[in-house]
């Protein structure tokens, strides 16, 4: 009110000359205001176009849609954006990389955060030491000219260190971050045996699950991805931010705050726009890595059914699926380079052309007008003024740049962030038995839908005992609707059946691989079983690995066991001459195709006979070894105590077993006692009729021709 009331009665020159006057002698406090309104406000716009509070590519309509396969990015993937969800799935891995403020990787960005503040000032004295250079040329100063390149080369080695420095703390946090991430999805996709239902995570996310279709590549390539993203997206952002502050603080002390005021408003109103037009790139990458791993996924299947495809002569069926995938792979890449292409143009013509002019101008102020509170100086000092404001507006322009740029390196890294937080979602999911699998027809009657919605109990027990435990395969195909029978130590079984019908299943059970649907399971922990396949598995590693996989020679040592006793293990499967053959315990091959599938099979029975288990799950175990060594192997294992619970068509190992639990395929079995003898003789029984039924046919055509030749014979 005091203004107004000096100003009233007063003309207009008077006025505007009090105004200016007013103006001169409190604008080093406007200045002040301004600078820190101007950092409160870049702060706050920053947070809020990085927050996810507002974005346009989530609200648009019809835009960010690549078609592949008749199918938009929408439709094919989860929406992936900038958004609250990201942050709160980066949050929580954050919490993973870095456990602690005093953690290595706590530590490590501290020193990043140390030397981006040191290249930022070391930018500002470059600043004003370019200006200074050409002022001393345009005022032939020869001496100043020559000493302050010598100060430019002086500085050249601390920018050179520190350059070089950042590039190496930057690619340390990446790998740092890749270990604690890594390591954490391990020990839980990899969790030990002793975590019973809630382990085993590999098995069941490949075999309940749905969600995950290629774990491998999400553990090895996208966390790879994702560590690098987030290691460079710090130095990205904060760097940028940090010199944009800095550098318009210089600037406005130069050409004055209300410059900048107006270079902000012209900037922000076409940054509106920029951040517009700029096409969903979280999205792109999240289906880019999901599209090449099913590319991976196809080349992997080839590997694994090599021998089939060969005997199938599948060549030109599987390449037309590998080319399908790969065409989709290269379309949704095509797609995406053209929408880089325009975004590129619209992005560098705004970012360096448009802005640079708004610089110009701004740098332009104080050579065209003279500034309230400014002297007058010379060319020379005018020259070096705007050499140091041009190289200051170059920078934060820079700055400013790369923190729009960082909003695209920000939508990349949320593509990734879901392809891990997905990982770590299925994982946590599948420990709790919460599955997302798509489930047969069948499974929605209302009968079926009771029982899949049931949840049955696993009590810790020595002898195996199932109390109405339906049999449910992952699909929801309900095999058997309640299954009762009771194995104690030392009572073989014998299972039999038509294929699918439920048999492997069981073991699955009994190796807390699936879950149990209804009624109780009583049973030993799963580190009491093993299982022998019909062809097993041989693990990567030496001969002796072979055997006490997967102990390893430490675990063996403090057992007790030498190799002598592992010599003796074989001599009982008749292999005891391999260890030569192949050239010692510590010869290492690619061991299933080195072996024969019998060799297989006793390697896979040695080991049974190393680890000494409670129960022994054989699935066709002896299908490739000869009657004699499978007589053998079946008395050594009961010698040693082991319970065998045997799948098996083979005549031969009826005699090994007291039990039998047959299934006839269509929901129903039998368990009984098994009598081998009268079992034999029934089979040998059976098999006669069969013959003599196989000859009917024959004696009916013979019947029939020697009825014609009757008959031909009367007829003459």
């Known amino acids: ?419 891990v937080s997905q990982l770590l979602d299925a994982i946590d999911d599948v420990k709790e038995a919460r599955f997302e699998k798509v489930l047969v027809s069948s499974a929605n009657t209302e009968a079926n839908a009771k029982i899949l919605s049931g949840r049955g109990e696993v009590i810790e027990s020595k002898d195996i005992q199932f109390e109405n435990v339906p049999i449910v395969t992952p699909n929801g195909d309900i095999l058997l609707r309640s299954l009762s029978f009771q194995v104690q130590p030392g009572q073989h079984l014998l299972i039999v059946g038509p294929n699918g019908c439920g048999k492997s299943s069981l073991f699955r059970i009994l190796g807390d691989l699936w879950p149990v649907y209804g009624g109780v399971v009583r049973k030993p922990p799963s580190s009491q079983f093993i299982l022998i396949p019909q062809r097993p598995y041989l693990s990567l590693g030496t001969l002796r690995d072979q055997i006490i996989y997967p102990h390893s020679v430490k675990d063996m040592n403090d057992r007790g066991v030498t190799d002598e006793d592992l010599l003796h293990i074989l001599s009982v499967v008749q292999m005891e001459n391999i260890v030569d053959r192949e050239g010692g315990w510590e010869a290492a091959r690619e061991w299933r195709e080195s072996l024969s599938g019998g060799d297989q099979q006793k390697i896979a029975w040695a080991r049974l006979f190393y680890h000494r288990p409670k129960y022994a799950v054989l699935d066709e175990a002896t299908s490739l070894v000869p009657t004699d060594v499978e007589s053998l192997m079946m008395e050594h294992a009961t010698n040693l105590g082991i319970t065998l619970l045997t799948v098996s068509h083979r005549p031969s190992l009826w005699k090994y077993h007291h039990l039998i639990l047959h299934f006839d395929g269509q929901g129903g079995y039998v368990f009984t006692k098994l009598d081998a003898e009268k079992r034999l003789a029934l089979q040998e029984e059976k098999q006669a009729l069969e013959t003599k039924l196989l000859e009917v046919p024959k004696l009916k055509a013979r019947l029939a021709e020697l009825r014609v030749a009757v008959e031909e014979e009367l007829d003459h």
């Open 1 to 419: 009110m005091a203004v107004f009331s000096t100003l009233r009665g007063r003309s207009g020159q008077e006025k505007l000359a009090y105004i200016t006057r007013t103006y001169a002698n409190n604008r080093p406090l406007i200045q002040r205001v301004l600078n820190i309104s101007f950092g409160f406000y870049f702060l706050g716009t920053t947070y809020y176009g990085l927050s996810g509070a507002k974005k346009g590519t989530r609200s648009r309509k019809g835009k960010g849609k690549i078609q592949i396969g008749g199918k938009s990015t929408e439709e094919r993937s989860e929406r992936v954006a900038v958004d609250a969800v990201f942050y709160q799935r980066l949050a929580r891995i954050l919490r993973i990389v870095i456990p602690g403020i005093r953690s290595k990787e706590a530590l490590l960005l501290l020193m990043h955060s140390s030397l981006l503040v040191f290249r930022t000032a070391i930018s500002l004295y470059v600043a004003a030491l370019d200006g200074k250079i050409v002022a001393s040329l345009v005022k032939v100063e020869p001496l100043q000219f020559f000493y302050n390149i010598l100060r430019w080369l002086l500085v050249a080695i601390p920018a050179t260190w520190c350059n070089s420095w950042l590039s190496y703390v930057q690619n340390k946090l990446a790998i740092a971050y890749r270990t604690r991430l890594t390591r954490e999805v391990l020990s839980q996709y990899l969790g030990e045996a002793s975590q019973g239902p809630e382990g085993k995570v590999y098995y069941k996310l490949a075999n309940l699950d749905d969600r995950i279709k290629n774990p491998d590549q999400m553990i090895t390539h996208d966390i790879q991805r994702f560590s690098t993203h987030l290691a460079a997206i710090y130095s990205n952002l904060a760097k940028p931010v940090l010199d944009v502050i800095l550098y318009n603080y210089q600037l406005s002390q130069n050409v004055g705050a209300e410059g900048l005021v107006g270079l902000t408003i012209a900037v922000q109103s076409t940054a509106v726009l920029l951040r517009y037009l700029t096409p969903p790139f979280g999205a792109y990458t999240a289906l880019s890595a999901q599209l090449s791993g099913s590319l991976r996924h196809a080349h992997s299947r080839l590997v694994e059914f090599a021998e089939e495809i060969a005997f199938m002569g599948g060549e030109h069926t599987e390449r037309l699926l590998i080319e399908r995938e790969y065409a989709t792979v290269v379309k949704h890449e095509n797609q995406v380079l053209q929408r880089r292409w325009w975004f590129g143009c619209v992005e560098e013509g705004i970012i360096k052309w448009l802005w640079g002019s708004f610089g110009l101008v701004l740098c332009g102020i104080p050579v065209f007008f003279k500034l309230p509170g400014s002297s007058i100086v010379d060319l020379g000092g005018r020259t070096e003024g705007f050499v140091t404001n041009r190289r200051l507006l170059l920078s934060a322009s820079d700055a400013f740049g790369r923190v729009m740029y960082s909003y695209k390196d920000l939508a990349e890294l949320a593509g990734y962030t879901a392809r």
